[in-house]
């Protein structure tokens, strides 16, 4: 079983400053999601990274893949209010199914105004 | 349709009482997903329809959880004499091909057993 161990679990921030949240396992993926998804909604897909090393941004937010593709993090510049949600990262498994996501419990971040 | 529609959103249900969910994919997604959200479990994966192919049931936590994919389109997922332990968020997600490179999901169907 593959496990994607995120941290920290919860996070209170005020607005404008900055944060990082990883996503960790012993496991190698082929690539890696991170999904937001806030109070009463399905998850929303933020990025996939396929490529050791890549590192891909998205207005304030930074998301990197490991060398070894077994970690990933995701740093925000100047969190906003509207940045608040449970951050999951989501990986499929090298040399396993094609289509099975794992899953990471989530960060659960909040900024406050 | 435009999104992942899931109904209901939210069901209210009695110990040993039977439910049914249902997944609306978007159109042309031929792969569709089921995943149980519990508070502070993460997502949990059910089940997987792929097109005609047989589906993967591996995660259905028992007999008593079955679903269907009827017309390659929408599905539903049953649950049997429900238990207090099956309350949580259901969630449906769809994509194109297998997945690998994200889902588009629904907003859920929170299941409450009492």
């Known amino acids: 079983t593959q496990l994607l161990e995120q941290s920290p679990q919860f996070l209170s921030i005020q607005e404008g400053e900055n944060l990082t949240v990883y996503c960790n396992s012993s496991?190698?993926?082929?690539?890696l999601q991170w999904y937001r998804q806030e109070p009463g909604e399905g998850p929303v897909l933020l990025v996939t990274?396929?490529?050791?090393?890549e590192v891909k941004k998205l207005k304030r937010l930074t998301f990197q893949f490991g060398d070894a593709r077994k970690d990933s993090s995701l740093h925000i510049t100047a969190a906003q209010p509207g940045d608040t949600g449970l951050y999951l990262c989501?990986?499929?498994?090298?040399?396993?199914?094609?289509?099975?996501?794992?899953f990471g419990k989530g960060t659960l971040l909040t900024v406050n105004p | 349709g435009a999104g992942v529609s899931q109904s209901p959103s939210n069901k209210v249900t009695e110990k040993g009482k039977d439910v049914e969910l249902r997944c609306d994919p978007i159109s042309g997604h031929t792969a569709l997903y089921w995943y149980r959200q519990s508070l502070g479990q993460g997502l949990e994966f059910l089940i997987y329809?792929?097109?005609?192919?047989?589906?993967?049931k591996s995660g259905l936590p028992s007999d008593r959880f079955s679903a269907e994919r009827t017309g390659g389109s929408v599905s539903t997922l049953t649950i049997q004499r429900t238990q207090q332990e099956d309350s949580a968020v259901y969630l449906c997600?769809?994509?194109?091909?297998?997945?690998?490179?994200?889902?588009?999901f629904g907003s859920g169907t929170r299941l409450t057993v009492v």
């Open positions: 329809f792929q097109g005609n192919s047989a589906p993967d």
């Open positions: 990274v396929v490529t050791g090393g």
């Open positions: 496991s190698v993926f082929s690539s």
């Open positions: 997600a769809s994509s194109e091909t297998g997945g690998g490179y994200g889902y588009t």
């Open positions: 989501a990986g499929k498994a090298s040399g396993g199914s094609n289509y099975k996501l794992t």
